[in-house]
């Protein structure tokens, strides 16, 4: 099942995973900010205790606060009981994550499949 929330993020249900695929390049204006921010917190808020995997294959370029956002997100999920995790993160926004540290908040994997592994540790 797939459906589109505005043009800015895809969901898809893969067994108890909602995987979202975010589907800009740049992540970086405020009102797109906002699009994805409320669209991601609206699937959160649909399913608790959730197991949200955040796909960042298409996303080249993230503001400051497009990661504030993340983190927000990521403590709602988890006073939800809920888990998330992040794959398919460029070179280049990985750096970002170490440099900021925020690859020690969140669960970082390589690609798709083994993020969803992952879920059952």
């Known amino acids: 099942m797939t459906m589109e929330l505005g043009p800015k993020i895809e969901v898809n249900h893969e067994g108890a995973v909602t995987v979202v695929e975010l589907l800009d390049e740049e992540i970086l204006e405020e009102g797109t900010i906002n699009i994805i921010a409320d669209s991601l917190f609206a699937v959160v808020a649909d399913n608790p205790r959730i197991k949200l995997l955040l796909s960042f294959t298409r996303v080249r370029h993230l ?43 969140f669960d970082i994997y390589e690609d798709k499949a083994t993020a969803l592994s992952n879920f059952n540790n």
Do not use: P
């Not at 606060?65 to 460029?90: D, F, P, Q, Y």
């Open 63 to 105: 503001s400051s606060s497009a990661l504030g956002t993340l983190i927000r997100l990521n403590k709602w999920v988890e006073e939800s009981n809920g888990m998330l995790k992040i794959c398919h993160l460029r070179k280049s926004l990985l750096e970002i994550f170490k440099i900021t540290k925020l690859n020690r908040l």
